[in-house]
């Protein structure tokens, strides 16, 4: 009964290739997001949905597409695979309902490895 | 964005209780106070929030000072298994840019020895 799940937890894959990686949370929660860590460990926001809409869209390439065909999912797609991609990343819920004590859940993460 | 400072490090011996401060001394009016942990190889895991007042939940305490400029978590008997990077984090209200966003710094590494 895992809250926030990622998958694949793996991905080891070569520059320039196209990859996704897909998150569904089984909590109900309305708004979800991306978080990329990297190899420093700091961890920071890429793009935030609510209802299937985008409502956080930090600096991050083109490259990277996220996806909601539905609350409970958000999936994300990287074109182009570059070596500064590897990182770990995270995908998050939380419940919006305008009181900002609303705590996020994390998934455990997917490790991507550029070769 | 308000910023938090927190030691890059504590260490503690299982059993005792555990101090984390952290000082934000640039925090809003309505900035929320919030304390994740990541544990080795796992993603973040919410421990407490507060605004103003103390907090206590089954995993720790929150201690907010009077001025809202600093705030220590409290884990009252660490245990090996809390040995996490614990990350003190404000969160803006709705309404702001920084809507749902957590801003993570680089935390405290805290060590629990047996």
């Known amino acids: 009964d895992t809250a926030v799940s990622q998958t694949p937890k793996y991905l080891v894959t070569q520059m320039g290739n196209d990859k996704s990686i897909k998150c569904e949370q089984n909590?109900?929660?309305?708004?979800m997001y991306w978080y990329k860590q990297d190899s420093k460990k700091f961890l920071k926001i890429m793009f935030s949905?609510?209802?299937?809409?985008?409502?956080i869209n930090e600096t991050v390439p083109n490259r990277f597409s996220p996806k909601s065909p539905d609350k409970a999912h958000l999936n994300l797609h990287i074109n182009s695979l570059e070596l500064g991609d590897s990182a770990v990343y995270f995908c998050?819920?939380?419940?919006?309902?305008?009181?900002?004590?609303?705590?996020?859940?994390f998934g455990d993460g997917t490790r991507l490895s550029i070769l | 964005d308000a910023k938090t400072t927190q030691p890059n490090s504590m260490e503690s011996n299982e059993e005792e209780p555990v101090h984390l401060p952290c000082n934000h001394s640039t925090i809003s009016g309505t900035d929320y106070i919030h304390w994740y942990r990541q544990l080795p190889s796992q993603g973040p895991e919410y421990v407490i929030h507060?605004?103003?007042s103390n907090v206590n939940n089954r995993m720790a305490s929150l201690a907010i000072a009077e001025d809202r400029k600093s705030s220590t978590l409290i884990l009252h008997r660490a245990t090996l298994r809390d040995a996490a990077v614990y990350y003190c984090i404000l969160r803006a209200p709705k309404g702001s840019s920084n809507t749902g966003k957590l801003i993570f710094g680089q935390g405290t590494t805290l060590q629990v020895k047996p």
């Open positions: 507060g605004l103003t």
């Open positions: 998050a819920s939380s419940q919006d309902r305008g009181n900002l004590g609303q705590p996020q859940h």
């Open positions: 949905y609510n209802n299937k809409e985008l409502i």
């Open positions: 909590l109900g929660h309305d708004t």
